[in-house]
């Protein structure tokens, strides 16, 4: 379920007693300000996490051996604005 109003979107979501409680936890200990923030944190991370074919610096350059480059602040332009979700 979610409210369609504003540019942010309300949704409901069911979380069992421990995840809960270490989420709470994390907000105790100044990580995060809410558990709204805390949330889309860990959901922004979670579907980031596949869009990249590689997990380590190895396999970043495995990848990106034989392509061809551009400038470095460009690259780095195009993937800032891939994260921003």
């Known amino acids: ?5 504003g540019s942010m ?6 979380l069992d007693e421990k995840l809960l409680k270490e989420a709470l936890k994390r ?3 100044g990580e995060f300000n809410n558990l709204s ?5 860990a959901l922004r991370t ?3 996490r596949d869009r990249y074919s590689w997990r380590d ?15 470095s602040g460009e690259l780095i332009k195009s993937i800032r604005e891939e994260d921003e979700l």
């Open 57 to 71: 610096r190895a396999e970043l350059r495995k990848y990106l051996r034989g392509r061809k480059f551009t400038k």
């Open 46 to 48: 979670f579907l980031s």
């Open 37 to 41: 923030e805390l949330i889309r944190e």
């Open 27 to 29: 907000i105790d200990e």
């Open 1 to 5: 379920m979610y409210y369609n109003g």
């Open 9 to 14: 979107k309300v949704v409901s979501v069911r």
